[in-house]
């Protein structure tokens, strides 16, 4: 199983970094190929997707070799982060029947506006949100690196356990998607 993490936000002293980090060791642990992309990897100024640069092609390969996605982000005035938005917008078709986890950071409201903004834009790009985790305060929720709260403990294992199911299940349509784009990168 081959899933991608996005940290989307470049900001310093980015808090969901913590979080992106943890996610992305809980998958290896379960024997996941999990790479974390960041978008500070990526910043890019534009959104023309018939545009290619070096940066698009090699998020494009990243997405298309992907089974599940999960986005970390921050809650910033009430929706996600502009460079993620503009990472996202790069490209579209390859993300049909990616099952997605969105994972929000926030102090306050637990990032629920940053869901709602997020889930509405991944059906749009023909994603399928499968599950979520609302992490609050996070300074409080780890030490050293390390989770501290067993309950958050079980919903990221379950969010694990949902995407492993949907990436299953969708297999089929993501193999179809790879093959018709697969055939596009050759041209």
């Excluded at 970094?17 to 290896?28: G, H, L, P, S």
């Excluded at 992907?66 to 490209?91: F, H, M, Q, R, W």
Aim: aromatic share 10%.
């Amino acid at each position: 199983m081959k899933v991608k993490i996005i940290l989307g936000t470049a900001r310093e002293g980015r808090k969901s970094e913590k979080v992106a980090r943890y996610i992305t060791a809980k998958a290896r642990e379960l024997g996941w190929e999990a790479e974390l992309i960041d978008v500070r990897d990526y910043l890019l100024a534009y959104t023309h997707r018939w545009k290619t640069t070096p940066e698009t092609e090699r998020y494009r390969k990243k997405i298309l070799e992907a089974d599940a996605l999960i986005i970390v982000a921050p809650e910033y005035n009430g929706s996600y982060p502009g460079e993620l938005k503009i990472l996202l917008d790069t490209i579209y078709e390859e993300y049909e029947a990616l099952p997605l986890g969105i994972v929000t950071v926030s102090s306050v409201t637990g990032g629920v506006r940053l869901l709602q903004e997020l889930r509405l834009a991944s059906v749009n790009y023909r994603m399928l949100p499968v599950g979520q985790v609302l992490f609050y305060n996070v300074d409080d929720l780890f030490k050293d690196g390390e989770l501290r709260d067993g309950k958050y403990k079980e919903r990221v294992e379950w969010l694990l356990e949902t995407l492993e199911k949907y990436a299953r299940a969708l297999r089929p349509i993501r193999d179809e998607v790879r093959r018709e784009l697969g055939e596009e990168i050759g041209k």
